[in-house]
């Protein structure tokens, strides 16, 4: 562990090595004598999980401004049908690319230093939004949101956790997903208000309040053992405990985790065919994948169009109410997860969406047949949309946020960079087709649409029930060794 001392020049450093303000404060205090003033200064988790929460916020705003813009968009700047799917879904294009640099530049230059940069073209992509002429700044703008969006998806529900305590990273790690399902309730609602070059310039808001955010927070404990950085590595571990707490056995579970790794320090393709590597990865990869299947962004990115077509007049209010309802449910999700458990809540999710989509596709189908001006027509569209804000509480009481928590705590450190970004380059990846498919589509049959997703929901019940491990309780450390 004492790498970095004996001459090692090519260790990766942070790039925003802020920190060393706590150590100096905690020694000055301690030669005071003044251990309430040791306390004082140190920064709980919960802060640290709230100022890189405006991450996901940011995400969630991205994936929602679409739906309440669609019209006025169209109108303004006489796009097709075409034209806004592929602005719809063209931040799903940068998100890949994002997704792919994400792992290595947080393992190079640090948890926070990704933020950084993810932060950056956000900015710039919602003024090119604000100011598009044409649909040309419209796609540019568009494509550098998502690669920020990309990065962030992957950093912080790593960084959370890696920074959280055992008895409460599922509740912390499922902040990430709440604070999306944030970020598209305040898209939804500030549309009804604001014209969408003003609503795309308060998507920048989130970012401009990480940045300064980001110097006030310790780096992930375990990406600076990782590094070597040991000082920093236990500094940053007291900070996030408490300066009256006891480390040294949270010290040398990780220092134990780090040191295994450090015995062949690159990855080859060979060690993927070990099974605790190839486990994980595939298990990560699985449940990100079918968090998309499940067709929850083309509900959520056209939810004004669905509501529309099953008669709902006031279509915005109700996509706002939707977005109300799914932080809702999310809440009680961080709640339950180191309750019950993540694999219940998962399979109890799973199993909801299925019934909804069916009782959806349903709905849909009949209505083909039924006169419009028949008073089943008007309990079909009720029922449709009934089936949708169950499909979204289902989502949101498991599927939404567990899989990036379960993708976070399983994937070992040695590949934790390389199978982060294949995991969530798959996400995305996923996501691009269905936001793409979602209107071509609904326009085709949404009953036929809604009876696809359902399968995928079914098939991800199966997933869930052989493949995907409890990890309630256990330490980071331990659910890495259990794959071995």
């Known amino acids: 562990m004492e790498e970095g001392e004996d001459g090692r020049g090519d260790l990766r450093k942070p790039f925003l090595h802020t920190g060393s303000w706590y150590r100096m404060s905690s020694r000055q205090s301690s030669m005071m004598g003044s251990s309430q003033a040791i306390r004082d200064n140190s920064i709980s988790v919960l802060a640290c999980v709230l100022i890189v929460a405006l991450g996901?916020?940011?995400?969630?705003?991205?994936?929602?401004?679409?739906s309440p813009t669609q019209s006025a968009l169209t109108k303004d700047l006489n796009l097709t049908v075409s034209q806004f799917s592929l602005f719809g879904s063209l931040s799903n294009v940068g998100a890949m690319v994002g997704a792919i640099a994400s792992g290595q530049i947080s393992e190079y230059i640090g948890r926070k230093g990704s933020l950084m940069i993810a932060a950056i073209p956000n900015i710039?992509?919602?003024?090119?939004?604000?100011?598009?002429?044409?649909?040309s700044f419209l796609y540019m703008g568009r494509l550098l949101e998502g690669f920020g969006v990309g990065i962030i998806s992957y950093t912080v529900p790593v960084y959370i956790a890696e920074i959280a305590p055992q008895n409460l990273r599922g509740a912390l790690g499922s902040v990430n997903q709440l604070s999306v399902t944030i970020g598209i309730l305040l898209s939804y609602l500030l549309g009804l208000f604001v014209e969408w070059r003003l609503l795309a310039v308060l998507g920048i808001l989130p970012c401009l309040i990480l940045i300064p955010g980001l110097f006030f927070i310790p780096e992930s404990p375990r990406w600076l053992a990782k590094m070597?950085?040991?000082?920093?590595?236990?500094?940053?571990?007291?900070?996030?405990?408490?300066?009256?707490?006891?480390?040294?056995?949270?010290?040398?579970?990780i220092k134990g985790s780090v040191a295994s790794t450090r015995r062949r320090n690159a990855i080859r393709f060979e060690d993927l065919k070990l099974r605790r590597y190839w486990l994980p990865l595939m298990i990560g990869i699985g449940l990100l994948c079918f968090q998309q299947l499940s067709g929850i962004n083309g509900v959520i990115f056209y939810s004004?169009?669905?509501?529309?077509?099953?008669?709902?007049?006031?279509?915005?209010?109700?996509?706002?109410?939707?977005?109300?309802?799914?932080?809702?449910?999310t809440a009680v999700a961080t709640w339950l997860v180191d309750k019950t458990g993540r694999r219940i809540l998962l399979i109890v999710s799973s199993s909801g969406m299925t019934l909804s989509l069916v009782v959806v596709a349903v709905s849909f189908y009949l209505k083909e047949s039924v006169s419009e001006d028949s008073a089943l027509f008007g309990i079909l569209g009720i029922l449709s949309v009934v089936g949708v804000v169950c499909m979204i509480i289902s989502f949101s009481l498991g599927m939404g946020p567990i899989p990036w928590l379960i993708m976070s705590e399983i994937l070992p450190i040695k590949i934790k960079g390389l199978a982060g970004s294949v995991a969530t380059l798959f996400n995305w990846s996923f996501s691009w087709v269905i936001t793409m498919t979602a209107p071509m589509l609904l326009t085709w049959s949404s009953g036929g649409t809604f009876t696809m997703y359902a399968v995928m929901c079914v098939l991800t019940v199966t997933f869930v029930s052989i493949w995907v491990p409890e990890t309630k309780g256990k330490t980071l450390e331990e659910i890495q060794n259990s794959f071995r």
Not at 56 to 66: A, D, V
Not at 240 to 250: A, C, H, K, Q
Request: glycine share 10%.
């Open 56 to 66: 996901p916020i940011q995400f969630g705003f991205t994936c929602g401004y679409s």
């Open 124 to 135: 710039i992509g919602w003024l090119c939004i604000s100011f598009a002429k044409d649909y």
């Open 228 to 253: 070597g950085m040991t000082d920093d590595f236990e500094a940053s571990l007291q900070v996030l405990r408490g300066f009256d707490t006891d480390i040294s056995v949270e010290v040398h579970e």
């Open 304 to 329: 004004n169009n669905i509501f529309e077509s099953a008669g709902i007049s006031s279509s915005n209010a109700a996509t706002v109410g939707v977005g109300v309802i799914q932080v809702i449910a």
